[in-house]
């Protein structure tokens, strides 16, 4: 009986046999789904702590090239206030001029620790340099096609970065246009060189890039990746770049193979030394032209890390299958638990102090923001006050000058009402009503012209903060006449004033009023001893601005007189005659009404005088 048991028990063995075998496949294939993943889940925690750490580090290279763009910001502005300069531009061929300003210029470059410093004339020719003795001086070179010079010309400041047509090499050109009498007279342009901050950038290992608006990579620690675009060019970006030759003839391929990088934390496989590699880009915005920071870091340690932790999770997971068979498992799963839990706390602490860091960091740097809104708060409010002040001596000081015609102008209705008052009363006692009603309406209209007199000057002195609105061109103007009639009267002038009653500026009546008094005055001042003096007024809207021009028919002004008639201080009339503050104060009144005071000779004898100021956005109604 025994040997026919052995066959029945074959089969019973098998089956054994084959559960174990497929419960080890089973742990096997399990052990491995666990490993791919947490592989998964793990490459992308090591994904976010890269961004993570990326984006600090992006933000400190950012800030540093944001210092150092801005170390230099007002270098231009500065110099363009130098008087050599305007005097070059205003003597172009004086030699002995040209080689001080560029002497000038030189010293500046050296101090400055810039690439160079020139000066262009209205169409962008250039006049002088700091490298005006080597080899690739700017001088007569024209770099009238570069936006820095466009913009400066506009009235704007410059910025622009872009390869050297003349010396090949790229930089940072900042500029600032030179006030001229109608329009910047020329443009002063710094060019500062990047290649510290590429040398930095280098130095730190890290795979960095920097981008203008277009998407055009001019820096790159990768030689490969320079002058190569994020995405493919529109055909209008490359006609543009080529008009103003930013990049000189680089071909400016795509980075990717035609693949449009947006570097939010994308991976993308990029050319790297001699071999392509996996990188994570991220990006930050840098400067004011639209340039991001770009950050091409590799997924290498990220995906050694990833798989180190799938492999020992796929360990860990077939380790606590074999001690579920001897009864261990839930001992090791509370010890790994409590592992786990020890790495999060410490994980929550460490962000925790890196979160409390970031905003103290952030409410220090939001004070001293603060503090430095106040400071500015402060100064305008000063230099407002300051202005007005200014624009109040100087209507008080034309009443000064104006007050013995303002006597006689009021003495003749006063003598008038004197010698009516009395007929007035002999008339009655004569019963000659009639005559005597004629007398009373007499002295009621000479009332009112000395309440006109009296009332005009009162609102001509009176102190008040400057507020815009419609103002009426023609009645400014009947009102400037009616202040300085008495010196018309003096010197048997005509006023002729051409003015639509309907056209308007955006202004303050009385600063406005002022500006035309002062104007008025000195055309009368000019024609003085002469015979059939004269003056025209004329006004004129173009778009959006109005053109108001005085012109008198003296003798003219020299070309001393107009280089520096709106100077504080400077006057033509002879001693004790004028301060010479009000054409000064009157450029003041016109630029705060966002207008232009411009002077010069006009086609046949005498002077002229042009305000444009802007018209109210919608001409309405007169203001009552």
Known sequence: MSVLTFPSALPHLHRLRRRTV??????????????LAAYGLLLQEQLAQQRQANAQRLSAYALSL?????????????????????????????????????RYLEGVQRRAGVAAVFLLDRHGQTL????????????????????????AAEGRPGRFYGIGNTTRTPGFFLSAPLPGPSGPAGVVVVKVSLDGIERTWRASGDHLALADRDGV?????????????????????????????????????????????????????????????????????????????????????????????????????????????????????????????AELRRVEAELETRIAERTAALQAANTALANRVDALKRTESILRETRDSAVQAGKLAVLGQMA?????????????????????????????????RDNLSLIGQLTGRLGRIIGQLKSFARQAPA????????QAVEHACLIVEPRRRELEAVIAADIDPTLQVQADVVRLEQVLVNLLRNGLDAMAGQPAPRLDLNATRHGTRLRLTVRDHGPGLPAEALERLFEPFYTTKPAGQGLGLGL????????????????????????????????PPLSGDLPR
Not at 133 to 147: K, L
Not at 418 to 429: F, G, P, Q, R, W
């Open 467 to 474: 507020e815009t609105a419609a103002v009426s061109v023609a």
């Open 217 to 341: 990579l001019f820096i790159a620690t990768e030689p490969a990746w320079q002058y190569r675009t994020l995405a493919p060019l529109p055909p209008e970006v490359r006609r543009r770049l080529q008009d103003n030759r930013q990049y000189g003839d680089q071909r400016l391929p795509p980075l990717a193979d035609g693949v449009a990088i947006h570097a939010g934390g994308e991976r993308l496989r990029l050319p790297l030394g001699r071999q392509r590699a996996d990188l994570l880009a991220q990006s930050h915005p840098a400067g004011s032209l639209g340039w991001r920071v770009l950050l091409f870091s590799e997924l290498t340690e990220a995906r050694q890390a990833a798989a180190g932790g799938a492999a020992a999770i796929g360990f860990a997971m077939a380790f606590v299958l074999v001690l579920a068979v001897y009864g261990q498992q839930r001992r090791r799963r509370l010890a790994e638990r409590r592992a786990a839990q």
């Open 22 to 35: 497929f419960g080890a496949l089973a742990g096997l294939v399990l052990c491995v789904l666990v490993a």
């Open 66 to 102: 944001d210092n150092l763009l801005a170390r230099h910001e007002t270098l231009p502005y500065v110099l363009s206030l130098d008087g050599r300069l305007a005097n070059l531009l205003a003597r172009p061929t004086d030699a002995a001029l040209t080689a001080e300003v560029n």
């Open 128 to 151: 002088a340099a700091s490298n005006w003795h080597t080899p690739q001086s700017f001088v007569g070179q024209s770099y009238a096609f570069r936006p820095y010079f466009r913009d």
């Open 404 to 436: 013995a015609g303002v006597t006689h102008e009021l003495n003749q209705p006063l003598a008038a009402l004197n010698t009516l008052s009395d007929n007035a009363v002999k008339l009655i006692e004569l019963t000659r009503y009639d005559e005597a």
């Open 584 to 615: 000064a104060i009157s450029l003041a009144i016109v630029e705060s009404f966002g207008g232009t005071l411009t002077a010069g000779n006009a086609n046949g004898p005498g002077a002229v005088f042009r305000l444009d100021l802007p018209v």
